[in-house]
């Protein structure tokens, strides 16, 4: 991914030692779910909500691009965006739609803040909810694979 400046999104030292809050505009986004390596434990620790729904999230107005915040300021290694295109009377998504993937794609904007890294990307006018996945590199485990990883969902509609 590349950044506003036109520099490369590169893996960090450290990742943030939790997942980061999102926020987008005044809205915090809770987590969904993550995967993080917990040092002390030195294994990793899968927190998720199951009995979380789409009516459960907030749903903000958004134009041709979803802008959202991760306040923590260490850059991720990537963000995926898949799209959804309606949920069902259940509260879960269908209908995928072609997402967005910002490991490698210079589609997705990324400029590191004080405190935070604000990351732009395209979004489908026909999208009614998103999932952000956001994957940070553990180079003190010295691989490339597995990603400490964290899950967003909200709810959007056109402006």
Known sequence: ?????????????????????????????????????DADL???????????????????AVRSRLPFSLLDGSRPAGVSVREFGSVDADGIPEDSLPGVDC?????????PQQGQVDITVPLSSAAVFVTID????????????PYNLVSYGLNVRSS
């Open 134 to 145: 956001v994957f940070y590199d553990i180079p003190e485990l010295g691989l490339e694979q």
């Open 103 to 111: 490991f490698d794609d210079t589609i997705c904007t990324l400029v």
């Open 1 to 37: 991914m590349a950044t506003s400046d036109g520099l490369d999104l590169v893996a960090v030292d450290a990742p943030p030692a939790e997942p980061p809050t999102m926020q987008l505009a005044d809205v915090a986004v809770t987590a969904l779910s993550s995967t993080w390596f």
């Open 42 to 60: 030195r294994d990793f620790v899968t927190s998720r909500d199951e009995e979380i729904t789409a009516f459960d999230l907030p749903t903000v």
